[in-house]
């Protein structure tokens, strides 16, 4: 199945929360974009290779 739409959206929001991480100063939540993002960018690879 192909989930593309909905990863890019996890991506997107990956970016957001480490730029509002970094904006804000919490350095918490600009990690936790950071993770969000590349498990978004792995999916999307993965739905490429499918």
Request: a negative charge.
């Amino acid at each position: 199945m192909n989930d593309k739409p909905k990863h890019l959206v996890e991506e997107f929001v990956g970016k957001v929360k480490e730029e509002w991480g970094a904006y804000t100063g919490n350095p918490a939540l600009e990690v936790e974009g950071e993770a969000e993002l590349e498990k978004a960018k792995e999916e999307l690879a993965e739905d490429k290779k499918n």
